[in-house]
């Protein structure tokens, strides 16, 4: 089985959850931490650290908001044959992952389709339209 978790600065993780629910109309199964500004480092990574205790008989994908924050800082010796953190996600990575971690995928292939579907999110609009004329 594989478990999910989204660890983001503020509230983002939870906003993102949210607004997966909304455009697939069901509960998602999917665990939410976030990182408080105000809090002592340590309280998450313990919260980390019981999750990944409780959830080690799973593989696990940990998303993250930004390479190199504090959240996916604190999961870099956590990374293993299975469990991977994804960083940078976005919605368009998010239901990827959601319309695809039900099929019979290899763990790292379904996440290298999380990442392919969290880049192609990004895009520039103005390459499509062209530039508008005055």
Excluded at 35 to 56: C, P, T
Excluded at 58 to 83: A, E, R
Aim: hydrophobic share 35%; charged share 30%; with cysteine.
């Amino acid at each position: 089985m594989i478990k999910s978790l989204v660890i983001t600065h503020g509230k983002l993780g939870n906003e993102l959850i949210k607004v997966s629910e909304k455009i697939l109309e069901k509960k998602i199964d999917i665990d939410c931490m976030c990182f408080d500004w105000e809090e002592d480092g340590s309280v998450i990574i313990n919260k980390l650290e019981a999750y990944l205790n409780k959830n080690k008989k799973n593989q696990i994908i940990i998303f993250t908001d930004m390479f190199g924050g504090s959240p996916s800082n604190i999961c870099l010796k956590h990374i293993n044959s299975s469990t991977e953190v994804i960083t940078g996600i976005n919605l368009p990575g998010m239901l990827k992952y959601l319309t695809y971690k039900e099929k019979n995928l290899n763990f790292k292939e379904l996440v290298k389709i999380i990442k392919q579907g969290t880049i192609d999110g990004i895009n520039v609009l103005g390459e499509y339209l062209g530039e508008k004329k005055k």
